[in-house]
């Protein structure tokens, strides 16, 4: 069957043609819509739910919204794990499903028992309802809105957050590939009627006529309409309140024909509920930002591309003396990751490309298996795209090209012997060489077929992975697969024709250089082969020795799951004493920024997040912190050679902090922690029981 496919090729060049320049171009397109990121996305198949209930403390959150949530959830097929965390004010119940579990039936599934949940909580502690469907390395674009020098007065915690939420998040939503845009820090605006109880009391009056009074006062109501002739008029009350002083002006009750307004009994004031969260920067004071949140399965590169094309759109509405800063922008480290890959794969192409030429002594024959190289990766790229599988730093990095072209060096090798052997010199007519292709065909297709089925078989077990490793693990080997049965189909059909359109032309049959390379090595080794032979005994024993020494050498080596990316920037997470208060956090976090910034020259900006954000993705108590540390490129750096080394150094600067611990991470390593575990540490203790006292 194999001779036949390349006698097929032989007869068909058109067909062949035509059929590599398809490939070629279906490869192209989806090179261009293949998804790129940095790492594979190894967050579990999860939802998760969460409930605000501001007045409720964290005994109440589980009593009455966690439990009853987990509970409905618990009735749910496919579920791996249910685990959950009750705060003041906060719910998030996360519920872990089998990987087979499409998300979207998933998320169904969750919202059906939802609705159940909801019949167990009692009215009025909230309402629960799902987080966009995003994963750990959803959170793509993280920027602050910075006043401009000149304009720090004007533009308060509260404006900032205003502008944020009005205006810089609206103009955001909408881009293809953004689940939500969560805001974080500041002062959320709200209008407070402030009461003056002596005064309520004085005038005979309750909260509840305040209440009521305030409610019916602003809504618009609807009159149906009128016809006055060929024409109709649509009639309309107007009462919503547009202004402090519409408020002010509400009658809340007329005694004896006096109208009684709330300004009498109480002061229209601004305020903000009750904060669960906080930014700050450099050392400077509470700053105002947000966070956009990716589409679970979208491309990460195309996405933040529409975002900063939205950016560069919102920054000319903004207002004047205001910008907006990206602190935290994925498509550096996939931009770095990249072209880390790209470099690789480049300089390896090169090398084997170097060594094709060399070793096979005719440039054409090394030019046809070269070519292999781009239309196996094409092809690749065509069914990376297919199943699924996104161009990052494990699925690209592990591709050796010297596999790749191990089918077509033994198809044109054996067409080269095979045309030195028959002693044809000059021009060797098409059907000469056909004939002689065919027979190297038929004599060393079988080895080039077997040697690459062997190697594709090597990663069946890598195939089989499941959980976190096979989400590491397997687009490496559905990569190197795809490469390895692109360049086989090449290998019998493209290479064939190729070998007969350029390899007409036998100019000399002498000794060339790379018979030399050959004769050199196969002398070397003649010696030592028979030197080997005689001698069994003394190689076995010292073969023994050396995998000896090799086995208790590998256990003293220690072992990681895989190494840590170099992100580029760092992250630390800041915790106080349990009950401390969230001024007390900023406090904290603006002290540590000011040391960061002035004992490490390194550090670009500093940005921490306390607390929780206005979509929960990260649900912290106010006692907690996440640090973002921006670095200069590492050629830059003079406190520490190395990333470890470094977060030892800023640990123990920030040891003064007196009731402050530090753990240093990086940005995304701490949020696939969190979203895998439920803890950002590397190492966790769990206490099970009910009495807290034992």
């Known amino acids: 069957m ?11 060049r058109l067909i062949i043609g035509l059929l590599t320049l398809a490939m070629i171009a279906w490869g192209a397109y989806n090179f261009t819509i293949l998804p790129i990121d940095a790492v594979p996305d190894i967050t579990d198949n999860q939802v998760q739910v969460i409930t605000v209930s501001p007045s409720l403390a964290p005994q109440e959150i589980e009593q009455f919204i966690t439990f009853p949530v987990e509970v409905a959830m618990a009735n749910i097929q496919d579920v791996k794990e249910i685990r959950s965390i009750s705060r003041f004010g906060l719910s998030v119940v996360t519920i872990v499903f089998k990987d087979r579990l499409d998300p979207y039936l998933a998320r169904q599934l969750v919202s059906e028992q939802i609705k159940m ?10 309402q629960p309802e799902m987080m966009p469907i995003t994963t750990g390395l959803g959170e ?6 910075e006043p401009e020098p000149g304009y720090e007065k004007i533009y308060t915690p509260m404006k900032l957050r205003t502008i944020q939420d009005w205006i810089v998040k609206r103009q955001l939503s909408g881009i293809p590939g953004i689940v939500e845009i969560s805001s974080f820090g500041g002062f959320l605006k709200q209008y407070e009627v402030s009461i003056r109880p002596r005064t309520l009391v004085g005038m005979d009056l309750s909260i509840t006529e305040i209440f009521e009074a305030l409610e019916k006062n602003n809504q618009n109501s609807g009159g149906s309409y009128i016809e006055k002739g060929p024409d109709a008029y649509y009639i309309r009350a107007e009462g919503l309140v ?33 904060r669960f969260g906080a930014m ?10 947000g966070i956009t949140l990716m589409l679970k399965g979208a491309s990460s590169s195309q996405v933040i591309q529409a975002v900063k094309e939205r950016i560069e759109h919102v920054k000319k509405t903004l207002p004047e003396g205001l910008r907006i800063h990206a602190y935290l922008d994925r498509s550096e480290l996939i931009s770095k990751t990249i072209n880390t890959v790209r470099n690789n794969l480049i300089e390896g192409g090169l090398i084997v490309i170097f060594v094709l030429i060399l070793l096979l002594g005719n440039y054409r024959a090394g030019l046809i298996v070269a070519s292999v ?10 069914f990376m795209n297919l199943f699924g599988v996104s161009a990052n730093l494990m699925s690209l990095g592990a591709i050796d090209f010297g596999l790749i072209v191990d089918g077509s060096v033994i198809i044109v090798e054996g067409i080269i012997y095979q045309i030195h052997r028959s002693g044809l010199k000059g021009r ?13 065909g038929s004599r060393v297709s079988k080895s080039a077929v077997f040697g690459v089925i062997i190697i594709l078989i090597v990663y069946i077990p890598i195939l089989s992975f499941t959980g976190i490793e096979g989400k590491m693990f397997k687009p490496m080997a559905q990569t190197v697969s795809f490469a390895l049965l692109g360049a086989l189909i090449l290998s019998l059909t493209y290479v064939p024709v190729m070998a007969s359109l350029m390899l007409g032309n036998a100019k000399s049959l002498k000794t060339n250089f790379a018979d030399r390379i050959i004769n050199f090595l196969e002398k ?33 080596m220690g072992g990681e799951f895989i190494p840590t990316l170099e992100e580029g920037d760092l992250a630390a997470q800041m915790t106080l004493q349990p009950g401390s208060s969230l001024s007390q956090s900023i406090a904290s976090s603006t002290k540590a920024e000011k040391i960061l910034l002035e004992k490490f020259p390194e550090v670009v900006e500093v940005v921490s997040k306390i607390g929780t954000a206005e979509v929960p993705t990260d649900p912290m108590a106010v006692e907690d912190a996440d640090i973002m540390i921006i670095m200069k490129p590492k050629s830059e750096w003079v406190s520490a050679d190395t990333k470890d080394e470094l977060m030892e150094k800023m640990k123990a600067a920030l040891n003064v902090l007196p009731g402050v611990s530090f753990e240093f991470t990086q940005p995304i390593q701490l949020r696939f922690n969190e979203l895998m575990t439920g803890v950002k540490s590397d190492v966790a203790v769990k206490i099970y029981g009910d009495d807290l006292d034992l």
């Open 2 to 12: 194999i001779n036949r496919v390349i006698e097929f090729s032989l007869k068909n």
């Open 117 to 126: 949940a909801e019949g167990d909580i009692p009215k009025g502690y909230g």
């Open 140 to 145: 793509i674009y993280q920027y602050v809105l």
């Open 242 to 274: 547009e202004n402090m002083d519409d408020i002010r002006n509400i009658v809340i009750k007329n005694i004896n024909g006096i109208p009684i307004l709330v300004s009498d009994v109480a002061e229209v004031i601004l305020g903000t509920p009750p």
């Open 280 to 289: 700050t920067k450099d050392g400077k004071g509470e700053a105002v930002g």
């Open 373 to 382: 190289i781009p239309l196996s990766m094409l092809f690749a790229f065509s």
């Open 428 to 440: 060797i007519s098409r059907k000469e060489l056909d004939q002689n292709i065919s027979m190297a």
């Open 524 to 556: 070397s080794h003649r010696p030592v082969l028979k030197f080997a032979l005689n001698n069994k005994l003394t190689f076995l024993i010292i073969v023994i020795l050396i995998l000896v020494l090799s086995i208790w050498k590998f256990t003293r």
